[in-house]
């Protein structure tokens, strides 16, 4: 008993929580996530927003992959119209083969939607409770902090649109983990372990958000560089963590060094006037552009707070508001974004400036805490229960507001137009609203892409003479749905036993005629049982080959010949990955064995 209530004491002076505590935690995040998507159970209803089609072709891919045991790391075999066009390995194939898993447990699309949001806010309310806890904050508290996570619009917005930043935005807090003990921690700011799967964490699913995550974690590891006495070290650490995620994520980062060095690759959407695409101070609800009442009262209220108690305020504290509030300025509609892409053509490739809030939510909202805790330090036990029943109440309006958005989006489901919460409607095959309810709940994963195909001309190739805005004026959109979804050569396709795409149709004659498949300058190419190097092939402007049929039966077997071999790309990763699991699992056995031999000399 002696040795329970000396531990008990320890955690309430270090202010760390319990095991109890912590399940407990994710027990009221669950709850927290599944009064989120309840609408959604309940009116057995799917949402789907502007980027459904898209990525559920690239986790169709890879559960096909896996079901199938035939494997393609590069091209897309059995979705995108089996058109071999590159997507996973461009974008978080490791989570795509993590989706593809989850869908053999779903059987259907909506239990995967339903299953998938779910998991998307209870990992959110879970990573910011860790960083919470990392900061070392009242328990109750941290609970307040990790619902309104959760709750925001930039977690959201996966249930309400697909969204995949949202999924970065689920693991981001993560990663601020180890910036925390780069300040707390002097004698060791750096483990690298802990480093090296902080940024893999968030690597494996979103490449724009890591890189804002590292951006907004840099400043820490910079003070922390000052502040340690132990320099040499930290360099080292740092060094050994940068190699470790190499070596984690080595697949997908030679993946995309293949294909983009090596391509001109059409970039997602680019916007040329991007102020509509900020946030703004609101006093209304949380929404996709809008702040809304309690965010941009917190927000506000930890800046001005700050300043008002500079000499009074911890290194931690003023990192965390002085960053989020710089990344809350920048993703406003207080900067000329519609000037900046004019003037600076990389910034396109944001998209969105809102996306830098992220940071603004995860460092303000803990910041916010920080001084909550200060000016709540000296109230009697009455005044703490009624402060504590605000924060309660606060959180479930929050998370009833995100209910609500998800009630009004599902109630499309049953209407005669069920794609009314986003644009698939132009690429829809059929105009049944039965037939496409009908296509997405059949328990045949494939029968949706006999709904609705989008023609998304995102990564595919295009010719180095050529501008993507003379690609946009040509419109790559109705190229791809021309070229590939709806090519008038009637062609079989079907996967060989090398996992290659094998395309045969006949022909009356000698006459060209455009294939709906897509080459890359990497591509292997075999016509008619003659390879050819893909450079030797004509092409249409997104890659589509161009071909002399011959009369009779034709062949065409489209591959892809990876820079370096992805079986042994593929076992550094594994390698890599036991190697750190070793390791992991030998630190509680040194420190019971520690504990025993201690004991030991005691005696």
Partial sequence: MEVVEKKQNIIKKKGLTSKRQILLALFIFAVAAFLMVSPQLFKHSLILGNDVMFHFNRYFEAYKQIQTGQFNFFQSIFSFDQSGRITNALYGPDFAYLQGLLMFVTKNWFRYQLLTSFLCFFIAGS????????????????????????????????????????????????????????????????KPIELALAVTSLGFIHNLTLFIGILSSAPFYVVGFLKTKKKKKMIINFSLAVLITIL??????????????????????????????????????????????????????????????????????????????????????FLPWDDIPQNFEFFQVIQFPRRFALVSYIFLLIAFVFSLEKLTKNFNQSKKKVMTSCLWVISFLMISNVSLDILQKAEAWESDNPLSPGNNEEWLLTEDPDEIRQGFTSGRYEDVFKIISKATPDYLPFPEEMTQEELVEQSGYQMYNKQIIHNELDVDKSVDQNNRLTLTWDSNGEEESILPVIVYSRSSVLFNGQSYEASEINKTNIGAPILNSQ?????????????????????IKLVTAAIILFVVLLQPLKRIFGESKENINKK
Avoid: C, H
Avoid at 295 to 305: E, G, N, T
Avoid at 551 to 568: Q, R
């Fill in 551 to 571: 009369k009779g039966t034709n062949e065409l077997t489209v591959g892809y010949k990876p820079l370096v071999n992805v079986g042994l790309l593929l076992s």
């Fill in 127 to 190: 990573a910011m409770f860790s960083l919470a806890r990392r900061a070392q904050l009242k328990y109750e508290l941290t609970i307040f902090v990790s619902l309104l996570y959760m709750s925001s619009t930039m977690i959201s917005y996966y249930a309400l649109s697909q969204n995949m930043t949202s999924w970065g935005a689920a693991f981001a807090p993560f990663v601020y983990l180890p910036a925390i003990r780069a300040i707390k921690d002097p004698e060791k700011p750096i």
């Fill in 248 to 333: 984690l994520n080595i697949n997908t980062l030679i993946g995309f060094i293949d294909v983009y060095f090596s391509n001109q690759l059409v970039s997602p959407w680019l916007f040329d006037e991007m102020l509509e695409n900020t946030v703004r101070f609101s006093t209304g609800d949380n929404e996709w552009g809008e702040l809304g009442l309690i965010f941009s009262s917190i927000m506000l209220f930890q800046i001005i707070y700050l300043f008002s108690n500079w000499k009074k305020s911890s290194t931690l504290e003023k990192l965390f508001t002085v960053i989020g509030g710089f990344f809350l300025l920048v993703s406003s509609n």
